[in-house]
């Protein structure tokens, strides 16, 4: 009884395991969002995530709200420093997202500037 206790146990945590391997490392899809940065902070009680929003236009159905990873520093840096301008997000999305990660299934991994877009909807 205790070695079926012991490998039902071990089958658990392994089916666990690549559940939440799955989650993490599978992409559903990527590409690339542009639009007006209108919001990005960095949201949390006992897990800080950071949290963002672009405008693609004047209406609420227009914004894409994302989340980026504490790791992408270089994205969090360009983030903050382009606030109010247009940008191009480079994201990737997975098939669902664990809450000390983010609020959002989309995740960004490269920030542009857009010159070529004008800011004033």
């Known amino acids: 009884m ?3 206790l012991v490998k039902a ?5 392994l089916i ?5 391997s799955f989650i993490y490392f599978a992409t559903y899809s990527e590409g690339v969002r542009a639009g007006e940065l209108v919001k990005f902070s960095n ?3 006992l897990f800080k995530t950071w949290e963002g929003e672009i405008s693609h236009g004047v209406s609420e159905a227009q914004r894409f709200e ?12 360009d983030l903050n420093s382009l606030q109010g301008r247009a940008v191009k997000l480079h994201y990737i999305e997975r098939y669902a997202t664990f809450f000390w990660l983010g609020d959002t299934k989309y995740f960004i991994t490269k920030v ?3 010159k070529d877009r004008r800011t004033n909807y």
């Open 43 to 45: 949201k949390g009680v």
């Open 9 to 13: 146990i071990i089958v658990i945590i």
């Open 112 to 114: 542009e500037e857009d």
């Open 66 to 77: 994302f989340s980026v990873e504490d790791k992408e520093t270089q994205v969090i840096k």
């Open 16 to 20: 666990t395991g690549a559940y939440f």
């Open 2 to 4: 205790i070695k079926f």
